[in-house]
């Protein structure tokens, strides 16, 4: 075989070996995951979310409407891929966050936070956002259920209100608590156990309430009961009242109503829960429990749960109460 016909042979097989090479290098490049494929992965609240907006700009301190805290502070996004980024709670899904992506908390309304976003503002579930002196949770949640006259976040929301009470009358100090739900998790399904059990939650206290929607006790953070009120008297309750199983302060009252436990005046013995009805800006109503003491001049001394700006545990009377939150009152109700 001459010299050129060899050179032809060795061009030949060079040019198939480049041309395996090549193709072997393509599919492998192909097989590589897309970096960007997790943003089509279904997050802890079973709805795909959007690609990743650009980074929230800073905002003034107090800007915008009710909830807004008194100054925004930095959150960071904890979630596995991604989280929905709503124009409202529980509104439309328009955008999305990767896990680690620093944002600007500058409210909350019931279980969202109020977020700077794109110049304006935006919603983002608490639960997968960590923020100074409350971590992310990550605890799975759920949109509210089709045909539900509460539009705002499941059960134990308040109003984050901060408006001084009206009434300087003060409150005498109630007794200490006893019995067996002190130190508890939960109240034992009897007033009396839900009293003691909520006294138990003041500073002081043993303070061992157990807020399963976060996760933590009373004791771990001034904060673990803020916008759960209808949890905590649930809670204090043992869990074990029906009426107070619903989505909402406002859908418990009427529970109670519909099945004729309602009273409608102001004098509630110890552990009852007493309500006070929506406003413009509350769509969920407030609740809270007596402790069955009044004042000398016969204002009932109630327990209630804050809000951010006003955190933990409070022993007030009612028209202190009626002050912070302006939604009128509707009454107590007879349980269990």
Request: glycine share 12%.
């Amino acid at each position: 075989m001459d010299r050129r016909r060899w050179s032809w042979m060795w061009v030949g097989l060079a040019a198939l070996l480049l041309v395996a090479a090549w193709t072997a290098g393509a599919k492998e490049i192909t097989d590589v995951p897309d970096p960007d494929a997790a943003i089509g992965a279904v997050t802890p609240t079973g709805e795909p979310p959007t690609e990743t907006p650009a980074a929230p700009p800073a905002v003034t301190a107090g800007e915008g409407g009710d909830g807004d805290f008194a100054q925004p502070v930095e959150g960071t996004v904890e979630v596995d891929p991604s989280l929905r980024v709503r124009a409202g709670v529980w509104g439309k899904v328009i955008g999305g966050l990767r896990d680690g992506a620093k944002i600007t908390v500058i409210g909350q309304e019931g279980e969202f936070y109020k977020i700077s976003w794109e110049g304006g503002t935006a919603y983002v579930h608490q639960n997968y956002v960590s923020v100074p002196g409350r971590k992310a949770t990550q605890e799975p949640v759920a949109p509210p259920p089709p045909g539900s006259t509460v539009t705002r976040p499941p059960a134990g929301q308040e109003p984050p209100s901060t408006k001084p009470p009206t009434s300087n009358e003060p409150v005498p100090q109630g007794p200490k608590p006893t019995g067996d739900t002190v130190g508890a998790a939960k109240g034992d399904g009897t007033a009396a156990g839900a009293v003691n059990w909520a006294l138990d939650q003041l500073p002081g206290g043993k303070q061992k309430g157990y807020n399963h929607n976060v996760g933590k006790t009373t004791a771990d953070s001034a904060a673990t009961w803020n916008n759960w009120c209808l949890a905590f008297v649930a809670t204090a309750w043992g869990r074990k009242v029906p009426e107070l199983q619903a989505y909402s302060a406002i859908l418990a009252y009427r529970n109670c109503k519909a099945a004729g436990k309602i009273v409608n005046d102001r004098d509630p013995p110890a552990g009852a829960p007493l309500f006070q009805d929506t406003t413009s800006s509350n769509e969920w109503g407030h609740i809270f429990i007596a402790t069955g003491r009044k004042t000398d001049s016969g204002d009932p001394i109630i327990l209630t749960t804050g809000w951010p700006g006003y955190d933990g545990i409070h022993e007030i009377t009612l028209s202190q109460m009626e002050a912070k939150y302006r939604g009128k009152y509707l009454g107590w109700a007879r349980v269990p």
